[in-house]
């Protein structure tokens, strides 16, 4: 039998500055966040931030009369909790909200669920076509779509209003003829999508274009097409990025009150649940019952999005910033 050589029965070198037989030493920052003190202090704060939510829904569940004469901490001495507040919310209505939040509230999901898809779809393709499909001028294309991030959302409301409703004319001539989208949802669909669509172009490119390059060149030689790799191959691996951009764009939707109230005009056929939420209060501000319930309404949907997609968005965050 063989004796091992010198190389071979030599031990395995030391990295400089550590002595043998040492294990590594932990940095000081998470040597720190690793102490049970750290814990506890994350668990206070966490506590701490889910106290105003918590006072939310025990203030929408008390009587009108509780809610104006004491605190919301009361109900656990005191308890005398119902439904009645949602059921006056949903159905009865409050002060200038005639037949309640229902109808606003389904019209807040059909304008935020297309708003959301939309985007994605459209975003996921050209981030696709800007990261493998090269052509001439693309990065010019990419470096124009990323500069749009900087373009304030304030400025272009009126100019698309404009648009929407009376076309693009160049003198005596129409170069886009006026939309009648007045009562519909298409407006507020597409300003969404205009607004959302740069940063999800740029976020998705810089996930898409990491993509490792053997593995699209071996579709490429097996015959498949780039609609074939980006069904196949490309949104399959970039569904953490793409359950990522979705959260931040439908919470932005759902909350946003500007774009729904200049480009749906506040009607009740297309109006969502933040355009009515105010008016709750009515116009003393005497009805806090009925306008914490519908607060409180108006952010469960988000917290069901959110944590069905929590683990997709910790994944989208993390993905990128380690390779290999």
């Known amino acids: 039998m063989n004796e091992p050589s010198a190389a071979e029965s030599a031990p395995a070198p030391v990295p400089a500055g550590r002595p043998t037989g040492v294990a590594p030493v932990r940095g000081p920052v998470r040597k720190a966040f690793s102490r049970p003190l750290a814990s506890v202090f994350v668990i206070a704060v966490t506590v701490l931030w889910t106290i105003p939510t918590l006072g939310l829904l025990v203030t929408s569940l008390r009587p009108k009369r509780d809610?104006?004469?004491t605190g919301w901490w009361n109900a656990f001495t005191h308890p005398g909790l119902g439904l009645s507040n949602y059921h006056t919310v949903l159905f009865e209505g409050g002060f200038g909200v005639s037949g309640g939040l229902l109808p606003y509230l389904v019209n807040s999901l059909a304008i935020s669920i297309p708003a959301t898809v939309f985007p994605l779809v459209i975003a996921a393709m050209a981030a696709y076509a800007l990261s493998w499909v090269r052509f001439r001028g693309s990065d010019t294309v990419f470096f124009v779509i990323f500069a749009l991030q900087v373009v304030p959302l304030?400025?272009?409301l009126i100019p698309l209003l404009q648009l929407f409703s009376g076309g693009a004319?160049?003198?005596s001539v129409t170069l886009i003829p006026a939309f009648d989208l007045s009562g519909t949802y298409?407006?507020?669909?597409?300003?969404?999508?205009?607004f959302a669509l740069p940063l999800a172009i740029f976020l998705l490119h810089n996930f898409i274009s990491q993509l490792p390059r053997d593995l699209m060149e071996a579709a490429v030689v097996d015959g498949a097409s780039h609609f074939k790799i980006?069904?196949?191959?490309?949104?399959p691996l970039c569904t953490p990025a793409l359950a990522?951009?979705?959260?931040?764009?439908?919470?932005?939707?759902?909350?946003?009150?500007?774009v729904a109230l200049t480009f749906a005009g506040g009607t009740p056929e297309v109006a969502p649940m933040t355009v009515r939420l105010a008016q709750l209060s009515g116009s003393f501000g005497g009805r806090w019952e009925l306008l914490t319930a519908g607060a409180f309404l108006s952010i469960i949907i988000p917290l069901i999005v959110f944590f069905s997609l929590q683990r997709y968005f910790v994944r989208g965050l993390l993905a990128g910033s380690v390779k290999g």
């Open 169 to 171: 004319h160049l003198g």
């Open 244 to 258: 990522s951009f979705a959260i931040f764009e439908f919470l932005w939707v759902w909350n946003d009150l500007l």
């Open 230 to 235: 980006f069904r196949s191959i490309v949104l």
């Open 154 to 156: 304030q400025m272009a």
């Open 186 to 194: 298409a407006p507020v669909w597409l300003a969404h999508t205009m």
């Open 67 to 69: 809610v104006a004469q």
